[in-house]
């Protein structure tokens, strides 16, 4: 017989015997000599998370091993178990290991040796949308607060910020903070020019803040009565001077930063200037609505409204002066070294200090801020210094910005070298990241691989899909199955 005959005969009989083998692997178990080429089926079910084992007892026989879900079918004989499976989460039920025939495997591929095992009946739920047990999601970036200093209103402000920079060692300042005028109308409105280096600041990086201090009346440092306040405040609590805030909305939206911050009628709880709260604090509260109310009128805009009493009580307690959580995002604080003799730490516990400012905005769920703080009444205070920067890295404000001019500053005033030796050495060469938002580990999908290739002298058999999907793969018979022993 001709060589090519000869192996056309073989693998005639090798085909016939694998079916024989196929059929009483069915109906019986494992056969010897039959190989498994592992391919998942893309028809497969979808991956569903754990099914418990059903005892204990069992749990200790063997590891979890996985399957493929299992649709119930009713009076179905006994059918071969699945060995281990490409689906990940479905833990198979175990069984007693049975040996592997000597001499029926090829390196790498499975023989199929697992017993029966029965039907998993259970329903098996299937994965929430975007629920992935096995993704991970990074912890937060710890974020220090974002510092800056007030260095001018004007645009020197902006000029001396890199070289305040460089004094420090490098560390970003990445807030800007300035104060309009408040002479007249004209400048509370921004005049034209004003703010124009200011914004184009804010608009070199993403991560940059602009705050900026907004008067609530003309002629504000100017000595006004309290008859005088009390008559201004009630024409802003009707609405005669919504006009001039909507202009300033305007302007900053031109500008390009709509998302500045805005500290209105700061220290409103003082005497200093006209827009105090004082001599009418139910008015001052409409104002303060009216003007956040025009402001946010204005299409385009992203402000957020600063309220930022003195620390203490001072003239009024200035929690009688806060206009309502719909109109301020941000709780501030403007605190000073001030008045003499007094510690930091009674500074914190004084009634309306600084305890009583955090408390105060963690009850009303705000951000806070300190738009000015800095020495003043004690001099060259390095414990005031010290402990100041140690409760802002405590407390995590949205930003502070130290008032850098004497008597309050450290490197704009040669008076204040021991202040100023501590805050250098707090802040020097600090980079303040914009926290990244936590984004989850990509889920894994399930993809269907190739199927592997049929060992080398193993003749694949097609038993079809169904019979493909219970052995785990398909079956193939060696050439020289018959010569090894059994």
Request: glycine share 8%; net charge neutral; proline share 13%.
């Amino acid at each position: 017989m001709a060589p090519e005959q000869r192996r056309t005969r073989v693998r005639r009989l090798a085909v016939g015997a694998a079916a024989v083998v196929a059929l009483a692997t069915l109906a019986c178990g494992p056969a010897v000599g039959v190989e498994v080429v592992r391919a998942a089926d893309p028809r497969a079910p979808a991956p569903s998370p754990p099914v418990p084992v059903p005892t204990a007892a069992t749990a200790a026989q063997v590891p979890a091993a996985t399957v493929p879900a299992v649709p119930q079918a009713a009076a179905t004989p006994a059918l071969p178990a699945t060995p281990a499976a490409t689906v990940p989460g479905v833990p198979m039920a175990p069984a007693a290991p049975v040996p592997a025939v000597p001499g029926a495997t090829v390196p790498g591929v499975p023989v199929v040796t697992v017993p029966p095992v029965p039907l998993i009946t259970a329903a098996v739920p299937t994965p929430p949308i975007g629920v992935t047990p096995w993704a991970t999601v990074p912890a937060p970036v710890a974020q220090a607060p974002a510092f800056g200093a007030f260095l001018s209103s004007d645009a020197r402000g902006v000029a001396r910020m890199p070289q305040l920079s460089h004094w420090l060692g490098g560390a970003e300042l990445r807030v800007g903070h300035t104060y309009l005028p408040g002479d007249r109308w004209s400048d509370i409105e921004g005049a034209p020019g004003f703010l124009d280096a200011w914004a184009r600041w804010r608009n070199e990086k993403p991560d940059r803040m602009l705050v900026l201090n907004v008067p609530l009346q003309e002629r504000n440092e100017a000595g006004v009565s309290d008859d005088g306040v009390r008559r201004l405040l009630r024409q802003g609590a009707a609405g005669d001077f919504d006009q001039h805030f909507r202009a300033l909305a305007e302007r900053l939206v031109r500008l390009k930063v709509p998302d500045t911050v805005l500290v209105l009628g700061w220290e409103m709880n003082g005497t200093t200037y006209t827009h105090r709260c004082g001599p009418d604090p139910q008015s001052w509260r409409k104002y303060w609505n009216r003007i956040v109310t025009a402001m946010r009128s204005v299409p385009g805009q992203r402000f957020r409204f600063d309220f930022a009493p003195n620390r203490g009580r001072d003239a009024v307690p200035w929690t009688e002066c806060y206009p309502g959580d719909d109109t301020v995002d941000i709780i501030g604080m403007d605190s000073y070294d001030q008045p003499t003799g007094i510690s930091f730490a009674e500074q914190v516990k004084e009634p309306y200090g600084l305890q009583a400012h955090v408390d105060f905005a963690k009850a009303h769920n705000k951000p806070i801020s300190y738009p000015e703080w800095g020495l003043f009444r004690n001099g060259d205070n390095a414990e005031y210094m010290r402990r100041m920067l140690a409760w802002m890295d405590e407390h995590k404000p949205l930003y502070n910005t130290l008032t850098d001019y004497c008597p309050h500053g450290v490197w704009q005033c040669a008076a204040n070298p021991r202040a100023a030796q501590v805050y250098r050495s707090v802040l020097f060469g600090r980079v303040d990241e914009p926290q990244p938002a936590a984004t989850p580990t990509p889920t894994p999908q399930p993809t269907a691989p190739s199927a592997p290739a049929a060992p080398p002298d193993c003749s694949p058999l097609d038993l079809g899909s169904w019979v493909e999907y219970w052995l785990g793969g398909k079956l193939c018979v060696r050439f020289d199955w018959w010569s090894h022993g059994g």
